[in-house]
């Protein structure tokens, strides 16, 4: 009985280990109303995050940035300073940076060694790295151009609200990622039925 149970134990294992190195969750594009799709991810801290598990058991609304190149650090803050701003000390919402790396091989430890000692204190809670295939993702993303800037805002079910990408943000694409942020946290009140 002890075999067979250790035996079950680790056939269980070894399937959620298989299945957690499986990045990809979906074969079609994602769009809004899709749900962001499964990645299991490093932070800058060493620590790692099952996405968009980990994201939405924290937060009602999560800005999920992602970068398939090193992008310039002005750019990137055109994204993430209005929404990091605005939502500082708001618990119940949230921001990450996704840097999809790529497998390079043996560079992938002074790469990721390089951001760590580069990340300011602010950006260690959110930077956080893909070492592995990402051409997954950038097919399920529908990715053409490296170096533009994604941006997905999730709620807490997962589902991707809105997507936005460019190089810079425009004003245009701030307004409406905090438009929709604030209509996520604030829901229309449902009206009560009178007499009843």
Known sequence: MKK???LILFFMYFFVTARAENPVTTTTAVIEGSV???IHIQSIEDKYFSLPYDVTLKAQVSLIIMTFARPNDDDMASWVKPFSKKYE??????YYELALVGDVGPINGLIFNGMRDGATDQMRK???????DKDPYKKIFNIHDDSLIYSCLVDQNGIIQLIKCGKRAAQSDIDIILKTTEALLTPPEKSLKKGI
């Open 4 to 6: 067979t149970s250790a």
């Open 126 to 132: 959110h930077l956080l790295v893909y070492f592995h």
């Open 36 to 38: 962001f799709p499964n």
């Open 89 to 94: 000390n708001n618990t119940r919402t949230a």
